[in-house]
Every structure is written in structure tokens, then in C-alpha cells.
């Protein structure tokens, strides 16, 4: 039995087919001035929360590359992520040393109110209990939600 040598090596792809990503833009998603650092998709895939080193968090939505919302957080936004529980539409942040919940406005009024109830101050938090040291501290923003 004979078996020619040149069998035995496989057919190799040429380079140019070898590309490990794509070749063509499908959508651009414009806003950040500064590095993206982290991209988070919504569970439904209909939106995407970024966070840049700008100080700020975006919302877009996938199918059309528009944003829809903007946060401003003075600090370089290191990680977005989203809440994982679908009846609270909050959004996490870690910048610099604090950890940001925001509200994204997405699921109607029963759902942000949900969302506010969620990030609601206790109210030994906000009475000053300083007996004992807790584990996180709940800052109100400026215009008191």
C-alpha cells in the first residue's frame, strides 16, 4: 500500500481569510470623548449602557446606535453593569471609589418606582446612626433622589 505524502498535509485557509474580527463597520455608537472602559448589554439586547473615562455613562439603543441617555460622574467610569433582577431597571457604576446605582428609565412608572423603593436611603442612614460603622454609605444626590 501507497500513500502519497502530499495527502496527508491538510489544505491550509489562506491568511487573509484567517481574520478574527470583522472587516466592516455594522454600527458606530458616537458620544464618549475619552477611552470606553466598560460596556454592559441589557438582558432583552434592545439596549447598551457604557462607561468612559469622560465621567460619563451612556444608554444606547443597539438597533439604531442612538443614545438615549446621559449621566454625568465628575470621575472615570471603570465598570457598568446591569441589575439582573428584570423589575428594577438600575444601572451599576463603579467610579473611582464609589459604586453609583442609576435608574435607567426603562419599563414605564411601575418599574421606576420599583427602582426608587430599591435605592431608597434607610433611615438609619439618614438619621446619622454612627454606633456602629456600616458596610456602605448612602449619599442623596443634589436634587434629593
Known amino acids: ?29 458616537s458620544g ?10 441589557h438582558p432583552s439586547g434592545q439596549w447598551l449602557a457604557s462607561g468612559s473615562d469622560d465621567g460619563t455613562v451612556r444608554l444606547w439603543e443597539v438597533s439604531t446606535g442612538r443614545c438615549c441617555a446621559k449621566w454625568q460622574l465628575g470621575e472615570a467610569v471603570y465598570s457598568v453593569a446591569w441589575c439582573p433582577n428584570p423589575g ?26 420599583a427602582a426608587k423603593q430599591a435605592c431608597k436611603v434607610p433611615a438609619a442612614a439618614a438619621a446619622g446612626d454612627d454606633e456602629q460603622q456600616p458596610l456602605a ?9
Open 32 to 41: 464618549h470623548t475619552s477611552r470606553v472602559r466598560s460596556i454592559s448589554p
Open 88 to 113: 428594577l431597571q438600575l444601572i451599576g457604576v463603579a467610579v473611582g471609589k464609589k459604586v453609583v446605582l442609576l435608574g435607567s428609565g426603562l419599563g414605564g412608572d411601575a418599574v421606576d418606582a
Open 137 to 145: 454609605r448612602w449619599v442623596t444626590r443634589p436634587d434629593g433622589n
Open 1 to 29: 500500500m501507497f500513500i502519497d505524502p502530499k495527502t496527508l498535509i491538510p489544505k491550509l485557509p489562506k491568511p487573509q481569510d484567517l481574520q478574527p474580527f470583522p472587516q466592516t463597520l455594522a454600527m458606530r455608537f
